[in-house]
Each structure stands twice: as C-alpha cells, then as structure tokens.
C-alpha cells in the first residue's frame, strides 16, 4: 500500500531528541535541552492525532513498508509498521502520557545536572515503545522490547552513584532478560511451525489449526512462553520483584515507564496475540490465574508499605493483574480499556506522590507527612481523583474499566465467580490502601520536620528551600490537571459499550453480546447488582481507612501488635527477595566465587589459556627464524621444500604401482 501516513516520524521524532540532547546536551543550556525534549515528544504526540483524525477514512489494518531486514531462504521479517484500532490506542497513549509527563519533568528535573541525559533518555524510551506498538510483526515488536528494557535500566538507575538506584536498575534488567527467554523460545517455535513472524501470516496459520480443548500443543506451549516474556515486563507472579526497587528512579520515570506505558508492554502483546491465546484455553488460563493472584498478592503487600512511591508500585502491579485478567478470561478489549484508564489515573497519583516529594523537601515516608492539603492544594485536589479513580468509584474513569472486567470475569465463557470474587475483594483492598495514603498524606497535622532540612539525603528531589510545604510550580501543576480530567471523564467512551465495539475488528469479536447495550439501554439486572457490589466494596475500603487513619489513629499499632508474626512478614513483603535470594542469586554467586569454581577457572579454563599462550610462543620463537633475512638462507629452505615435495610425489607413484 502506498505510505501516505508516514508512521515512521512518530517514533523517529523522539529518536531524533534523543541523540541531539544525547551529543550536544551537555554543552547547551538547559532552555535549549527542554525545547529539543519537548518539541520532538510534542510532535510526536501532534502526529499521533493527526492519524487519529484520519483514522476513519483508512483502510484497516494500515500497514507501512520501510525496508527490507532479514532474508533467509523462505522466511523474511521487514522493518515495517501496522496500525489498527489496538495499536491506535496505545499509539495516543504512550505519546499522550508520554508528552505530558515530559512538561512536568522540566519542573521536577528542573536542579538536576544531568539535565540533559535525563531527557534523552526519557526520548529515547518513547522511541522504543512507540517501535514496539507499531511493528507489523513479532521481531520488530521484540527489538522495541527489548529497547524499552535498556531505557528502563538507564532511567531506574539514572543517579548511579546511589548503590540502591544501580542495583535496582540491574535487578529490572535481569529479571526481564528471564521472561524475554520465554519470548524468545515463543518467537523460534512461530518461525519454525508457521515460517513467519509478520502477524498477519501468523495469525492466519493459527487461525487454520484446531483449538487446542484438550490437552497441550504447540500454541499451549507459544502461549505460555509468551507469557512468561508478559510477565517480566508487566512484573507479574513470579517475575514482579523488579518494579519495586524500580522507584529508586526519577518520579516522573515511575510514571511514564513503571504506570502508564512499558509495563503495559506485556498486555498490550497478549492482546496483541489473542489469535494463539483463543485456540489455547490452557495458556488463557493460565493468564487469567496470574492475574488474579498477581491482582490480589499485591494489593496485600501495599497495605502496610510507608513509602508512598512503595504503596503506587505495589498498586501498579495489581492493577496489571486486572489487566492479565480480563485477557485471561478472553475480554482483551476489557484489558486495554483498563490500560487506557490506568495510564491516566496511575500516571496522575505517581506525578501527584512526586509534587508531594518536592513539597516536603525529599520525603517519602507518609508517616512524616499530613495535613498537605493547606500547603498544596491543586496537588490536594488531583491526586483526590486519581484515588477515586482507582478506587473505581463512579463516574470516574477506573469504575467503567474495572468494572467491565469484574463483569468478563463473571460472565464470559472462560470465566468464573472464583475470578469474580478475588477482582472484589482485591477492589475493596486497593480503595483501603489508596485512601489509607490519601489520609497520611492530606489530612490532620504536618507531622515533617521544615522543608530542606534533609539537605544531600534527599531520595528523590533535592529542594533547597526552607520552612513549611509548598505547592510545585505551574509547569508541574498542568499536566496533573489534564490527567485528573483524563482520569475523571477518560472512562465515558465506554458507556454503551463503544470502546468495545470500537476495538472488536481488532479480537474479531464482531458487535457485543447484548444489542441492549449496544444501544446504551439499560444492562440485565445481574450486572446492575454485582456492580453495585464492588462499588459497596470500594466505599466499605474508605470507610475502613477513615477509621483507622483519621478517626481512631491508635487502631492501626494495636492491630499491627496483635497480629504479630503475620503483619511482619506482610511489612517484608511475605520475604519474597529472601527467598529469591536463598534460592537463585547467592548459589549462583557462591558457585562463581567458591573452592570448585576457582579451581575449574585457575586449573583447566586459565591454564589452557596460558599454556595455549606459551605454545604459540615457543612455535613462532621457532619459527621466526626462517625469516632471517638472509638470501641464501631463504634458498636452502626453498630447495628443502622442494626436495620433501618431489620425495612425496614419487612414494605416492611407487604406492600407486
């Protein structure tokens, strides 16, 4: 098809900010970084709706050719992208989310002196996510992949002098390396059953195989490796440590990279594979069961975190587990709503948590914060919507989205009332431990010390003013306004079930089930019911956080004492890393430093590599003398060559006879 869209720009703009700030920031003031940062994020962003606009009058799914790639006898893979209904979604919100939280890292990032290496990062990173959504087959989508994973470790450990944010920065990129093996072996078995990695020759040759209903098969065994590459990125069960530690990066990194965009990597692929998951209920399952227990696991652990970044993380984990979830059950287009709406009011409480660290001077513990509400009000009243967002309370954007899930889950062929209740009983967790934040860090006194008293023990932002909290400065306070309408109105082009409808071309799923709802009618009154169910679990959350952080504030240690041993090992997050540790990372360690390992290196792998030395040493000491120089030298070993081949041509002759 003839390129009249130029895709490529979209992911070439960033690029192109990238290197610019990459060579020539260092030596260019920080106005001329923030121009070069913001006007190839923002075009980006321009681009993107301009195709928006035009969507409708293209054909779908729009592809464009760049250039030819690999050719190896019949299989071929071409750097070329592909745009439909799925990838236009995530194409808006990575440079949407992406742009926004740019502007506000000029205020957040304002004193930093790598200045300028923290936005080429940050460009770079939305180059490779925006190759990885816009590739038209699966190794394109695997160089962004793994291209999301090298920002991320550059970003997570972006102040590297700090040992935590080094460390934290390899633990994200091994972790990862392990699920992308799983990918990898996914991506060898599509090349070696179906020929191609293009989605389109792919999705074609599953679509001719059989569903896989009983038993295991080649796309049981693609789709759960798939999986397995998901969960590294998505940082689910078991792979899900890395995010965490992921939060010793810049707030605005949490929020773009840890929130909004790469960790919804993992989803975005699943859905984007949904062709293999449908014929293999057994890896859908397993999807789905992940999910959940990723859904709910995470939650737990984000109830007694005091950090406030901890508790987001914990959170962004479990809402990734509603997201693996609905895929699981067979509703992707349930999923990727849930990312949309994710992206706002999760990017919204990350840039929120970090106008709150800029207030109180560096601060991450809520224990040492309160009463922010009168030294930082459009902060105040942002991150309010975002918690009533996520807490999925109407008519905010996380009530459609997780409330459409909850109904897949309970309703849709793979699903089950098992899933159903986890999904409520993880809702009711998430509103206790987002209004529990809410209530530490808003209301009652100040319990901090004055602002700039930590002075270089800053964490996050260093500030060196004095005196009480105050409110960031407007370039920060925009874009937490634009996402609180996002997050507040994001979730109403669900209503009737048009984003559904909207990407069905993409899950082939064709219109919805019930023409009532199609039409925006009124739903059955099973769905009216257990939606009121986990709205009455959300205010049942507030309520209970209300009573223990704001009401009855002695309550929280007396319950934290009673229940002993069991809160602790919630508080050390059920010694997950411990275990990991144990396990996994010090054998490994001792077995590269140990008696054994020393003896193989010294012994046989550096002894062979000395005595190889030594050998060629003694025969080029040897040799070298027959290059002397000297000519009648030279002729005698001519006349000796010549001698030993006329002797062996005559023993041949004489054997021959």
Known sequence: MTSTLNLWLIPILPLA????????????SRQAVTIIALFFSGAAFAMALWIAMRFSSLSLPYQEFLAHWIRSGSFSADFAFYLDQLSLVMLLVVTGVGFLIHIYSVGYMGDDPSYYRFFSYLNLFMFFMLTLVLA?????????????????YLLIGFWFTKDSAASAGMKAFIVNRIGDFGFLIALFLLIKHFGSLNFEQVFGGVARLSPETAGTGLLTAIGILLTLG????????????????????????????????????????????????????????VVAIIGTLTAFFAATIAIAQTDIKKVLAYSTISQL???FMACGVGAFSAGVFHLMTHAFFKGLLFLCAG??????????????????????????????????????????AGFFSKDEILWKAFSSEHGSW??????????????????????????????????????????????????????????????????????????????????????????????????AEAAGEPATHLELYLTLVSVAAALLGLYLAYLLYHKRQDLPQKIADALGGFYQTVVHKYYVDELYAALFVKPLI????????????????????????????????????????????????????????????????????
Not at 257 to 283: E, K, Q
Not at 358 to 385: C, N, S
């Open 136 to 152: 038209n087959n699966y190794l394109l989508m695997f160089i962004g992949w793994e291209g999301v994973g090298l920002a991320s």
């Open 17 to 28: 900010g990238a290197a610019i700030n990459g060579f020539l920031g260092k030596k260019s």
């Open 321 to 323: 587990g509603y997201m």
């Open 230 to 285: 998901a969960c590294g990125k998505s940082a689910q069960i078991p792979l899900y440590i890395w995010l965490p530690d992921a939060m010793e990066g810049p707030t605005p990194v949490s929020a773009l990279m840890h929130a909004a965009t790469m960790v919804t990597a993992g989803v975005y692929m699943v859905a984007r594979s949904h062709a293999i998951f449908d014929r293999a209920p057994t890896a859908l399952s």
């Open 355 to 396: 106008s709150v660290i800029h207030a109180v001077g560096g601060e991450q513990d809520m224990r040492k914060m309160g009463g922010l509400r009168l030294y930082a009000p459009w902060t105040f009243l942002t991150m309010t919507i975002a918690t009533l967002a996520i807490a999925g309370f109407p008519p905010l």
């Open 590 to 657: 001792n077995g590269s430093t140990g008696i054994l390992w020393q003896g193989i290196d010294r012994n046989i792998i550096d002894a062979a590599v000395n005595d190889a030395g030594d050998g060629a040493r003694n025969v080029s000491d040897e040799v070298r003398h027959m290059q002397s120089g000297n000519i009648r030298s030279y002729a005698g070993w001519i006349a000796a060559g010549s001698a030993a081949v006329i002797a062996f041509m005559i023993w041949m002759w004489m054997a021959a006879r």
């Open 418 to 515: 098992v899933f159903w209740l986890m999904g409520v009983i993880t809702a009711f967790i998430t509103s206790f431990y987002m209004f529990r934040l809410w209530f530490l860090t808003f209301l009652g006194d100040y319990r901090g010390a004055e602002v700039g008293k930590h002075g270089a023990a800053h964490r996050d932002h260093a500030h060196n003013g004095h005196g009480l909290p105050h409110e960031s400065p407007m370039v920060m306070i925009v874009p937490l306004a634009i996402l609180a309408v996002l997050s507040f109105a994001g979730g109403w082009v669900g209503i009737g079930n048009r984003f559904e409808n909207f990407l069905a071309p993409v899950f082939r799923t064709g219109a919805v089930a019930n023409p």
